[in-house]
């Protein structure tokens, strides 16, 4: 029996029911159900759900993105989205391929579930790092590291980088005169130096999820 969530005493006892329904299924997933979903676990018709979230729209406790989109917003009682869906579907990248930005990828290692509050963007991707050359910015093997994508960079930034087209990394950049630096955060690895040619950078780190934890 799902937690009944107090929403105002302008919803009929139906109405409560699929608010309540929506708001457990977004708060233990990240993502509103299907109409196929919430009708079958409702034990309504497809068209009751389709009516259903029409009305609570109009009565200001759900928004939905686009007259067909899965993503449902609930409100707050002023019209603000609530914490509980605020979050982001975001792709984890397998092998980057050059010539393409990493959002664009056709090689995919599942998904990511994040705060949207936290993380804010447009095509934001995630990668698994490899590795411990950055352990001293807090970034471990084995970790997801959030991106925005980005084909610049600003000294100091750590972004991803795309070497010879071929191996991803992520490193701290530097832009020298004749060259550029990826420097690591671990001073059992080396800095890295290229040429202007040899370098592709594919994305910005902004932020880190710890371990597998959030993968769907």
Same mark, same amino acid.
């Given at each position: 029996?799902?937690?009944?969530?107090?929403?105002?005493?302008?919803?009929?006892?139906g109405q409560r029911r699929l608010f309540d329904y929506?708001?457990?299924?977004?708060?233990?997933?990240?993502?509103?159900?299907?109409?196929?979903?919430?009708?079958?676990?409702?034990?309504?018709?497809?068209?009751?759900?389709?009516?259903?979230?029409?009305?609570?729209?109009?009565?200001?406790?759900?928004?939905?993105?686009?007259?067909?989109?899965?993503?449902?917003?609930?409100?707050?009682?002023?019209?603000?989205?609530?914490?509980?869906?605020?979050?982001?579907?975001?792709?984890?990248?397998?092998?980057?391929?050059?010539?393409?930005?990493?959002?664009?990828?056709?090689?995919?290692?599942?998904?990511?579930?994040?705060?949207?509050?936290?993380?804010? %963007?447009?095509? /934001?991707?995630?990668? $698994? =790092?490899? @590795?411990?050359?950055?352990?001293? +910015? &807090? *970034?471990?093997?084995?970790?997801?590291?959030?991106?925005?994508?980005?084909?610049?960079?600003?000294?100091?930034?750590?972004?991803?980088?795309?070497?010879?087209?071929?191996?991803?990394?992520?490193?701290?950049?530097?832009?020298?005169?004749?060259?550029?630096?990826?420097?690591?955060?671990?001073?059992?690895y080396p800095v890295m130096r290229y040429g202007f %040619?040899?370098? /592709?950078?594919?994305? $910005? =780190?902004? @932020?880190?999820?710890?371990?597998? +934890? &959030? *993968?769907?």
């Amino acid at each position: 029996m799902h937690g009944e969530t107090k929403v105002g005493p302008k919803l009929t006892p139906g109405q409560r029911r699929l608010f309540d329904y929506l708001k457990d299924i977004i708060e233990r997933t990240g993502n509103a159900p299907s109409l196929r979903q919430a009708a079958r676990e409702l034990g309504i018709s497809h068209a009751a759900v389709s009516q259903g979230l029409k009305l609570l729209e109009q009565k200001g406790v759900v928004k939905r993105q686009g007259r067909y989109s899965r993503t449902i917003h609930l409100l707050t009682p002023t019209g603000e989205t609530a914490a509980v869906q605020r979050w982001v579907e975001v792709p984890v990248v397998g092998r980057v391929t050059a010539g393409l930005p990493l959002y664009a990828q056709q090689e995919w290692e599942g998904s990511l579930v994040l705060d949207g509050a936290l993380y804010r %963007g447009q095509h /934001l991707f995630a990668l $698994r =790092v490899r @590795g411990d050359s950055m352990t001293r +910015a &807090g *970034i471990l093997d084995g970790d997801m590291a959030v991106c925005t994508p980005r084909q610049y960079a600003e000294n100091s930034e750590i972004v991803v980088a795309l070497i010879h087209g071929e191996d991803a990394t992520i490193k701290r950049f530097f832009l020298h005169r004749d060259h550029v630096e990826l420097r690591p955060e671990n001073p059992d690895y080396p800095v890295m130096r290229y040429g202007f %040619g040899e370098v /592709l950078i594919q994305g $910005r =780190v902004i @932020g880190i999820q710890r371990g597998p +934890a &959030g *993968i769907r």
